[in-house]
């Protein structure tokens, strides 16, 4: 390689570099910066643009006539913006769901997503509620349990677990098929059918509960027609109390109908009356009688009718609380 080409390569990976990290290369500073001409920098530019060209790739050199320089842009954009990256970043501080240690780690690896001069503001907004955030009492690490859990359901082989529940004295040990994982009200779950049992509804584990597992050579099929959707599966669980399934009928007068599509998505107003509306959905009954007991001053039970004699007998025993 010759003396004079040298320097140019080192001219267009610097440029490259700075271009990938959002910065704007103004043609007169890049030429005071490599005392060179500005032409040779319109030239080194136009070979970063061939590059890209001849790469077929999704960003190309632009000219901004706002930053009055040339910055890389995307055909399709490939990165979080920085309101996409505060969004999720409230929503994972939101949620607990994982230790102080994985916490922090995923902050800073999605705070390193956004631009250079981004990341300290970013940053910035996120220090207090870093150093305010609180973990849950089981403090596990959960994030290679939950991948471990996840090529477990695609291998479709049952696993032996180890599971504590919260007042037991030591884990028992548990054989299941895995068909989900799911995230609700703090922790995540696991979705799975006992081996052994015949039931028409999955059991749910909470994963921070599960002491160790390991997968089995045992395998097991679910038929297409039959296989669990998590997304079909959230729509009727509350709590994550699944219970069997049901459907539900009742009368609504509170003051928020939006607040109870959002809750139920699995909810069609059935009809409206004056100061309310009743309700049909078709829920996991456990859950939905926590719910309905939270809501008991705005709701009256009308189907099932078993379900309605246990929706009045959590009344009573809610009153007889109150009243001791």
């Not at 999720?88 to 800073?108: H, Q, T, W, Y």
């Not at 097991?220 to 109390?241: A, T």
């Not at 009688?289 to 009308?302: C, H, P």
Request: glycine residues 4%; neutral net charge.
């Amino acid at each position: 390689m010759s003396q004079e080409k040298e320097p140019q390569i080192h001219r267009i990976l610097s440029m490259y570099e700075r271009l990938t990290n959002g910065e704007t290369l103004i043609k007169k500073e890049e030429a005071a910066r490599f005392q060179i001409s500005e032409k040779s920098i319109q030239r080194d530019i136009g070979c970063i643009r061939n590059f890209l060209e001849l790469e077929k790739s999704n960003e190309y050199v632009d000219y901004d006539h706002s930053k009055k320089g040339y910055v890389l842009e995307t055909k399709t954009p490939s990165w979080l913006r920085n309101e996409e990256i505060f969004a999720i970043l409230k929503v994972l501080i939101e949620s607990r769901a994982f230790p102080k240690g994985e916490m922090d780690s995923l902050i800073n690896k999605l705070t390193h997503l956004a631009t250079k001069g981004d990341q300290t503001i970013i940053k910035q907004m996120m220090a207090n509620e870093k150093y305010l955030y609180v973990e849950l009492v089981h403090q596990k690490e959960l994030l290679d349990v939950l991948w471990q859990l996840s090529l477990a359901i695609q291998a479709k082989k049952v696993i032996t677990m180890h599971y504590k529940r919260e007042f037991d004295e030591r884990a028992s040990e548990r054989n299941v098929k895995l068909v989900g994982i799911m995230f609700s009200e703090f922790y995540f779950y696991l979705i799975a059918y006992p081996v052994g049992k015949d039931f028409d509804y999955p059991t749910i584990y909470r994963i921070d509960r599960i002491e160790h597992f390991e997968q089995t050579s045992i395998p097991f099929k679910v038929p297409y027609d039959e296989r669990f959707q998590e997304g079909e599966f959230r729509k009727r669980v509350q709590f994550m109390y699944p219970g069997e399934l049901i459907n539900v009928k009742f009368k609504f007068t509170g003051p928020s109908q939006q607040a109870v599509m959002d809750r139920l998505p699995t909810a069609r107003v059935v009809e409206k009356i004056d100061g309310g509306v009743i309700f049909e959905a078709e829920v996991f009954g456990n859950g939905i009688k926590m719910w309905l007991l939270s809501q008991r001053e705005y709701v009256e039970i009308l189907q099932p009718l078993d379900f309605k004699v246990d929706f009045i007998d959590g009344i009573r025993r809610i009153k007889k609380l109150y009243d001791c």
